[in-house]
């Protein structure tokens, strides 16, 4: 479960289609004890700039908390998969922040 939403969020990343990170796509997931993390994460993603990497962050640390969490009571595997997923999340958001800096650098220079 965690998985297939962590998947999603990552595709949404990499391929640029914030508009899609929506209650539609983590809707069926928020039970899940990492729903609230994924939640606060899309919304970001969506929604925030820059200022809100910190957020998005926070957010992504509690996913791998709470996928750590997961991992140590229940089969492993899916979040072993799902927690290397958070990875490339991490570096989505910070592909992300890059993008968009050289645009404020050249507007203040």
């Known amino acids: 479960m965690t998985t297939s939403v962590v998947t999603d969020l990552v595709r949404i990343l990499t391929e640029g289609e914030r508009e899609d990170v929506d209650n539609q796509v983590l ?4 039970r899940h004890p990492a729903g609230e993390a994924l939640s606060a994460l899309a ?6 700039d820059d200022a ?4 998005a962050y926070e ?4 996913l791998r908390t709470s996928l750590a ?6 089969t492993g595997d899916d979040y072993l998969a799902a927690g290397a997923m958070v990875l490339d999340i991490e570096r989505a958001l910070e592909a992300n922040r890059s993008t968009r800096e050289p645009a404020d650098d050249e507007s203040e220079g």
């Open 69 to 74: 969490h997961e991992r140590s009571h229940g």
């Open 59 to 62: 957010a992504v640390h509690a």
């Open 43 to 48: 919304v970001v993603v969506r929604d925030g």
């Open 52 to 55: 809100d990497r910190g957020p």
């Open 27 to 30: 809707g069926a997931h928020l």
